[in-house]
């Protein structure tokens, strides 16, 4: 039906950008990438890009203190919640 497939295309719309890799910033090969093309095709590039959601994704896995490197941030798999665990999966 095309309907579904105007939805399809719709969702797939909003978030093409999260899988967009920046450009680096030293290579002169890709200045009017940054400058033009990219821009068309997704505006919000420098602020919703595949490098932005990893970092986003670090963030909550980092240790719970600093003074121990083996404490973690783990997501629970039944509630979505995260715990923080030491290096034997202990609550700590």
């Excluded at 997704?42 to 083996?70: D, G, H, I």
């Amino acid at each position: 039906d095309s309907a579904e497939l105007e939805v399809l295309v719709d969702n797939a719309k909003e978030i093409k950008c999260w899988y967009v890799w920046p450009p680096p910033a030293i290579d002169a090969a890709h200045y009017d990438l940054q400058d033009e093309d990219l821009d068309k095709v997704c505006p919000e590039w420098r602020t919703k890009n595949a490098y932005m959601a990893v970092m986003a994704l670090l963030r909550t896995k980092r240790r719970a203190t600093k003074a121990s490197f083996k404490s973690f941030y783990v997501p629970e798999s039944s509630s979505g919640k995260t715990s923080h665990v030491n290096a034997d999966l202990e609550p700590v």
